[in-house]
């Protein structure tokens, strides 16, 4: 009951900024509309393989509207922040484990940017490029199973951003290594299978194809529903992580400043 708390407060919190995140919104589609305008001046003179020209601009259309909830996370869960001030002593002591307390918060934020980003970005990409949606009830349902592995990935990976900030005191710099590399491994910028041979090979070796690829190709029924198992078990692994390092925080705390 007190995650469900924690995450309702996130998500009222949030409902407080509606109208200055439609400019967030704004910038999204116009972001999306040069990728389209880009990889549809490529389909001119150049095949798209399996996607074709229509098909790369619904794998944009989905991959830009994703984004808001599998990678557009807060930076460490706000953890670093926690650090700086001193909250990180009050947080560890309360009887909670750390890790849920900032993953439920979080889910509260993943729920708002699902309906107020996520919705209101593919539907007018839909209306305005013509967009087919699937015809199957179960893609539907893997595809939300997906989304959901991949913002409980996104949402490990930026609590270990966030608790790292013990050890470095300053973790902004891991968040925009993460993001760089998720940029270019989770298939966002370019489908992984068009990737050169090493650099695809890095790619599935980590956990970035379940973030964007994996659960646009599955709504764009070009992959299996079977495809989000790989993410599943990178969840297990990334869960462990998490209660790793944690018990790690509970050994070593140093509150900067005093």
Request: proline letters at 3%; a positive charge; one cysteine or more.
């Amino acid at each position: 009951m007190l995650f469900a708390v924690l995450a309702r407060k996130a998500y009222a919190r949030n409902l407080q900024y509606r109208g200055s995140h439609l400019l967030h919104n704004a910038v999204s589609v116009a972001f999306g509309f040069i990728y389209i305008c880009i990889w549809t001046g490529f389909g001119k003179d150049a095949p798209l393989g399996s996607y074709g020209e229509h098909g790369m601009v619904s794998y944009i259309a989905f991959n830009q509207s994703i984004l808001w909830v599998t990678l557009f996370l807060t930076n460490g869960l706000g953890l670093e922040q926690s650090v700086r001030t001193g909250r990180i002593a009050l947080d560890l002591m309360r009887p909670v484990h750390l890790f849920y307390q900032a993953m439920s918060r979080e889910w509260g934020q993943v729920a708002y940017q699902f309906i107020y980003k996520l919705i209101p970005i593919y539907l007018l990409y839909f209306f305005v490029f013509s967009l087919h949606l699937p015809q199957q009830a179960s893609v539907y349902g893997w595809t939300v199973l997906s989304l959901v592995i991949a913002a409980y990935i996104s949402i490990c990976t930026n609590y270990l951003i966030g608790v790292a900030a013990l050890w470095t005191t300053e973790s902004r710099w891991l968040y925009w290594v993460n993001y760089a590399l998720s940029m270019l491994l989770s298939g966002f910028f370019i489908p992984l299978e068009w990737l050169p041979g090493w650099l695809r090979t890095i790619s599935s070796c980590s956990p970035y194809p379940y973030l964007i690829y994996v659960p646009t190709r599955i709504y764009m029924q070009l992959e299996q529903g079977w495809a989000v198992m790989g993410g599943l078990v990178w969840g297990v692994v990334m869960t462990s992580l998490c209660l790793v390092v944690t018990a790690w925080v509970r050994k070593k705390l140093e509150v900067q400043g005093g």
